[in-house]
């Protein structure tokens, strides 16, 4: 046990050193670990206590046992012992008291060792999210403009800096087709802390369909003071997006106050996010109406939407009339106008011309 001690206790004052994580935060998981590896060679052990130095790289581990007056009377081995055997680890203890007993942690198997390093690793990994979330509460879902100090050739991975400290933002975060080079200011998406990597980091964005409602937030002032509400939006990044837009006054049209005069309200946000066009409608508490704003360009003549006896809908999924010769543009290019609507909506949509004939065009 001696060498998986000093192993771990150098592992550890390593990390706390590098990592800024205090001594306290360290002994717990040490302490979590611990007990899955000791439940391995002590499974019906149901008192188990701790002292641990870090300080000194030492700790003693005991297993906790009641005191009962002779043999006969144990009917727990694993949680009773008598007070003979108790009286040789110390003669101060009497019958019903708690028996400390010492464990010789050298018989430890090298699984439970290894156990507690990856639950201590784990561990460590977890408090390190809650370092970031600390740090960076107050940055997630919130859009900003970060400077990129390189991208590497062969990844096309950008890394940025957001309050001193480096972040990367991954190509598969960045729009498909634009080019971003060192230097370069651009915006992004703070979509929170990612603890899927070897070290846990912030998750950045140029893709997220948030990243578009930030946007209009900065740049459409009723959208700021919440007069007019972003409701939904759907994205396919880099080519173009629906969003879904509703007024609390009715003296405020929210299409018109996202576009701006001159569309130099929408121009900026379309400018942004690398000349992606954007689709704005308004939403519409009835999904019937709403389907129908979705898919536009294209012209509906009607939405049927299932229902059972009562009038309710059960299945979100709907058919969509359009005169035959709107049936392309409701489509779109490779589906896109059709999918675009079907994520804003939440409604999987079967789209058909009016005439019932599609000759596939």
Partial sequence: MSAMNTELFDALAAVAKEKGISAEVLVEKIQTALVIAIKKDYPYSE???FNIDITKGKFDVCINKEIVETEDD???DANQIDLAAANKISKKYRVGDT???KLNTRHF????????KQVIKQGIKEVERDQLLEQWGSLQNEAMNV????VEPDTGNAFVEINGTEVVLFKSDQIPGEVIRGGDVVKVYISGVSANDRRPTLRISRTHNNLVKKLFETEVPEVNEGIVEIRAVSREAGIRS???VWSNDENVDAIGACIGQGRTRISAICDEIGGEKIDML???????EFIKQALKPAEVV??????????EIEEKSCTVTVPDNQLSLAIGNKGQNAKLAARLTGYKIDIRPESGFYNGE
């Fill in 109 to 116: 198997g090298r699984i439970a060792a290894q156990t507690a």
């Fill in 47 to 49: 008192d188990i206590t």
């Fill in 74 to 76: 144990i009917e727990d």
């Fill in 282 to 288: 308004l939403y519409n508490e009835d999904p019937r």
């Fill in 147 to 150: 400077k990129v100090q390189k």
């Fill in 242 to 244: 629906k969003v879904a």
């Fill in 302 to 311: 009607h939405v049927e939407i299932p229902v059972n006896e009562d009038g």
């Fill in 99 to 101: 028996c400390a007993i």
